[in-house]
């Protein structure tokens, strides 16, 4: 399944102890990266994190923030021993101040310290977390698959525009062949210039097999279907593709060098202006 490296996604889960928002950002990049930013109390799961994401996903700059917050939901408890050193104190207050206020109940439980709420523990925490990354990493995915159905389609649209105008040069080789043998009698003929005939026919060879492009359109017959292939195959081919669009590139340059004819040249350039078009999408491919 053909995917981008672009995405966002984000998984939340609420327990009454606590609630954990995990948001995922993929981009472009030429191998896995991982960043997290995350509490201190739950960095010793980093490790296992990153095992699910590397397993998911084989390339991109992916940064993972996790955040994790008490819920209201939880019992506030009174802190007994704070409270009996608030006691303390204030009967020091008094005796040097007798004449000072008493605080009441709901100043005394504001005080630092007096009320608590109880801890949520580490099997909570974990859990709520790695369902939360879970849910973000299924969700981006989704994404990357989406769009990277869309480059697919795109790659692939080009791919048979070449497929096309290679079919169309293949038909209108023979004639090019032609017309290059005649424009060189005719060159001689003009110039008056009475060649020996076996001589004349070794460099007409020599000067076709100079121009010969079969070689040049089969490799790029190979290098279209194996895009193809990579495209409709299971594995990430990203870096697959890049390395055939430098092929691509390669005979193109090679077919316009070798080019003896306007038809031949436009046709090189016309797969110059398709291959770079598809190696910006194929950037962001997986």
């Not at 399944?1 to 996604?9: E, K, L, W």
């Not at 390339?59 to 009996?84: C, F, H, P």
């Not at 109940?105 to 974990?126: C, E, H, I, Y």
């Not at 969700?139 to 649209?157: D, H, K, N, P, T």
């Amino acid at each position: 399944m053909t995917q981008s490296m672009t995405g966002f996604a984000r998984g939340s889960v609420t327990t009454p102890q606590c609630s954990v928002i995990v948001e995922l950002r993929s981009v472009n990049n030429r191998y896995l990266d991982l960043y997290f930013r995350c509490p201190e109390n739950v960095r010793q799961w980093e490790p296992h994190w990153r095992q699910q994401i590397s397993k998911a996903f084989s390339r991109g700059k992916i940064e993972a923030t996790i955040r994790v917050s008490d819920n209201d939901e939880q019992a506030l408890t009174v802190n007994t021993e704070a409270l009996n050193t608030l006691k303390q104190a204030l009967d020091r207050v008094r005796t040097h101040l007798p004449d000072s206020p008493v605080p009441d109940q709901m100043a005394l439980l504001l005080a630092p310290g007096v009320l608590k709420t109880d801890a949520v523990s580490d099997t909570v925490l974990k859990s709520a977390c790695n369902e939360a990354m879970s849910a973000a990493i299924t969700e981006l995915i989704a994404q990357r698959q989406s769009e990277g159905s869309a480059l697919r389609q795109l790659v692939l649209q080009r791919v048979g525009d070449m497929s096309s105008r290679l079919g169309l040069l293949r038909e209108k080789l023979p004639q090019l062949r032609q017309q290059q043998r005649q424009r060189i009698l005719d060159k001689l003929s003009s110039a008056s210039v009475q060649a020996d005939p076996l001589r004349l026919e070794e460099e007409l060879v020599y000067v076709a097999q100079r121009a010969d492009v079969d070689e040049e359109m089969d490799r790029l017959d190979a290098h279209l279907a194996a895009i193809t292939a990579a495209l409709e195959g299971r594995e990430p081919c990203g870096r697959r593709l890049d390395f055939l669009m430098q092929e691509l590139n390669r005979e193109a340059n090679t077919l316009s060098s070798k080019s003896t004819a306007i038809d031949t040249t436009n046709t090189a350039v016309e797969f110059k202006v398709l291959i770079e078009q598809m190696r910006e999408q194929i950037q962001n491919i997986e």
